[in-house]
RNA sequence: GCGCCCGUAGCUCAGUUGGAUAGAGCACCUGACUUCUAAUCAGGUGGUCGCAGGUUCGAAUCCUGCCGGGCGUGCCA
């Protein structure tokens, strides 16, 4: 019996009832949880139906509960107020549940939401003159998770990157590096490609001081970089390999994967036809000074300090393109290429004006598909000191964090690991598995658009609400369903009419939710909301595990129930921890 | 000035999109390991849901106005 056809069992009963006692279907009946599971394991709501039956709320569910017969899976149904309560057999739920568990496997939680849907998710988007920080590795496990839900709803996903390998920045890099550099490479000084490159960008900084002339230089060195010079590009090739050599090691620690790279390079000259488009169409305009600008509608945009309406520069006064001009023509081509139905980029909040202006350009272009772009906004990571900043070397850098995270778990596991058992290999496998747990689940179980401040101790808590926390109440699943399997109780059918205590039912009650929860958290674009799930179940496990044996229970049959039990709980925290990009562990 | 976001327990956050007595974690106090892993569990302490109105049978949730904080605010990205 599948848990959908248990739901329809009981919105058909309700129906039938309301046919016969009101003379007609209701319009509208959600299926909702009682508060305690003591309650039932469904409940009605019949405030809707007291609008369209002109009758008090309680009234109804008396006079609907009182038409309902119990049936195949319904065992009761109870009016509590204007709440209809619909008690199962456990027998049906639990049996129901986990056979369906097992059955769906890889694809437990899936739905069919968005199938057909074309959605790429645009994330991480580095500059090529910097390592990694901690506000890209928010941005980065938003992106996978985001683009994990995406896909277990139903959506083709591409997901993207979009690299800034072009600019100021990088020639600011090149410049130290071919003054000072001293032909030293990263293998040379033994160092990670994009931290090598960085060091060369904090050095420049170091010498603008001294050298006023620096900055001129660079612009020469960027003018040179337009127009193609030889050398110039072999060294920005080079340098920007070094780079993506160790932008690689860091995306495939911390689990990232692209299906397509875009290069600023490549794309900075598209978008400047589409202004010429624009201006033909009226919706854009050149201003007395010659840019060519956009005039942003006051009631979406206000007005500048001066009260006037605000307008946006799409190309400069010269006819050089903007970054904003490179946007629009982006955004066409991902259209154009993958046949999207929706853009999402993860980008900081600090964007927000910005997309809000490209999204409202492309809407003035007469894209009606600029409609299906969304900016996924996330709020910065702040320290306790404060904002990240560069210039007082307070950012945290994402290799260190990742490392850091590594040997405090590592530290953990050889803590608990007073005989010496486990070989090196197996506490490196644990520790790298608890430790990038650790920061994702910390970095994702707030919503997106709340500011986080970074408290280290918090963050490298392995206990409460934290990925080895749910961790471990899988490999306590894991644990129990292993020494089952030395046991010989196959030969045993389990009895599922047995179950029923409170932990079992909030056990239950918690898989149930669990592809609902999966929709919503895809439709918020909120991993968060997998995070909060996740650890009920973790949670609720854990209290199960301590009130209730499941190999030394009375019986057989009731061992056999609570081992399918255990399996489905532990078949959903595997896939919520797949969700977010976690790994799970089957010893601890 | 204007736009967007945030405001719930000492701290960090949930709150099923308007429904049953507002919930967790951390911190603090007390208790539980010869029993499937104590990275665990049980109990206790802790609330004018920023403030004031409004809509509704019903509001932490929706509307209006304030207060406080953050991010932005035409030729940077």
Redesign the pocket.
């Known amino acids: 019996m599948l848990i959908s056809s248990i739901k329809n069992e009981i919105l058909t009963a309700v129906e039938a009832a309301c046919q016969n006692q009101f003379g007609q279907k209701p319009e509208t009946l959600?299926l909702?949880?009682?508060?305690?599971v003591e309650?039932g394991d469904f409940?009605v709501?019949c405030?809707?139906l007291a609008k369209q039956f002109r009758q008090n709320p309680a009234q109804i569910a008396q006079a609907i509960a009182a038409k309902i017969e119990p049936s195949k899976s319904i065992q009761s149904v109870a009016a509590?107020?204007?709440?209809l309560?619909v008690k199962i057999y456990n027998r049906a739920l639990f049996g129901g549940v986990c056979d369906e568990i097992v059955q769906q496997g890889e694809r437990l939680g899936n739905t069919d939401m968005g199938r057909g849907q074309r959605v790429m998710v645009e994330y991480l988007s580095p500059?090529t003159n910097k390592p990694l920080h901690l506000g890209h590795i928010r941005n980065g496990v938003l992106g996978m998770g985001v683009s994990n839900l995406l896909e277990a709803t139903g959506h083709t996903v591409i997901k993207a990157n979009l690299v800034?390998d072009r600019?100021v920045h990088i020639c600011k890099s090149m410049l130290a590096w071919q003054k000072w550099g001293d032909d030293g490479t990263p293998e040379t000084t033994d160092t990670k490609g994009d931290h090598f490159v960085g060091d060369w960008y904090v050095r420049y900084a170091q010498e603008e001081d001294k050298h006023p002339d620096l900055e001129q230089e660079t612009q020469g060195m960027l003018l040179k970089w337009e127009s193609g010079d030889p050398e110039t590009l072999k060294l920005w090739e080079m340098m920007n390999g070094w780079v993506y050599d160790g932008f690689g090691e860091t995306y495939q620690k911390l689990g990232l994967e692209f299906d397509a790279f875009y290069y600023?390079s490549q794309t900075y000259n598209l978008g400047k036809d589409l202004i010429q488009d624009g201006l033909q169409k009226g919706a854009f305009v050149v201003?007395e000074?010659g840019?060519v600008?956009a005039k942003l509608p006051v009631d979406e945009?206000?007005?500048?300090?001066d009260?006037s309406q605000?307008?946006?520069?799409l190309l400069?006064?010269?006819g050089t393109s903007?970054?904003i001009t490179q946007d629009l023509g982006t955004a066409k081509m991902k259209f154009d290429e993958h046949q999207l139905d929706r853009s999402i980029y993860v980008v900081g909040?600090?964007?927000?004006?910005?997309f809000?202006c490209l999204f409202k350009l492309l809407d003035m272009l007469g894209f009606e598909w600029a409609l299906g772009c969304y900016h996924l906004s996330y709020?910065?990571v702040n320290l306790p000191e404060g904002?990240m900043k560069s210039r007082e070397g307070t950012v945290i850098d994402a290799d260190d964090l990742i490392e850091e995270m590594f040997q405090l778990?590592a530290d953990?596991?050889r803590g608990?690991d007073s005989e010496g058992e486990l070989s090196d290999e197996e506490v490196q496998k644990?520790a790298f598995a608890?430790g990038m747990a650790a920061i994702k689940f910390y970095l994702l179980?707030?919503?997106p658009?709340?500011?986080?401040?970074f408290d280290p101790k918090?963050s490298i808590?392995?206990?409460?609400?934290t990925g080895?926390?749910c961790q471990?109440a899988y490999?306590?699943c894991a644990?129990?369903l292993r020494?089952a399997q030395m046991q010989d109780f196959a030969s045993v059918e389990a009895d599922f009419s047995l179950l029923g205590n409170e932990e079992e039912l909030q056990l239950i009650r918690a898989l149930i939710q669990f592809p609902?929860v999966v929709e919503?958290a895809a439709?918020?674009l909120s991993p968060?909301?997998i995070c909060?799930h996740l650890?009920t179940v973790a949670?609720t496990v854990?209290?199960f595990?301590?009130?209730?044996?499941?190999?030394?229970a009375e019986n057989p049959p009731l061992i056999q129930a609570r081992l399918a039990l255990i399996n489905a709980s532990a078949a959903v925290i595997k896939k919520a921890l797949a969700l977010l990009g976690i790994e799970t562990l089957e010893?601890?």
């Open positions: 959600k909702g949880y009682p508060p305690q309650l409940t709501e405030f809707p509590v107020g204007p709440y309560n500059n800034n600019g600023e201003a000074d840019a600008i945009f206000g007005t500048q300090r009260g605000k307008v946006e520069t400069r006064s010269d903007v970054y909040s600090e964007q927000n004006y910005h809000q709020g910065m904002k778990a953990e596991i608990r644990r608890i179980r707030v919503r658009e709340l500011t986080i401040n918090e808590s392995f206990d409460g609400f080895p926390y471990y490999a306590r644990s129990i020494r609902e919503e439709r918020d968060a909301r909060n650890f949670q854990n209290q595990y301590h009130k209730h044996p499941v190999l030394a010893e601890m």
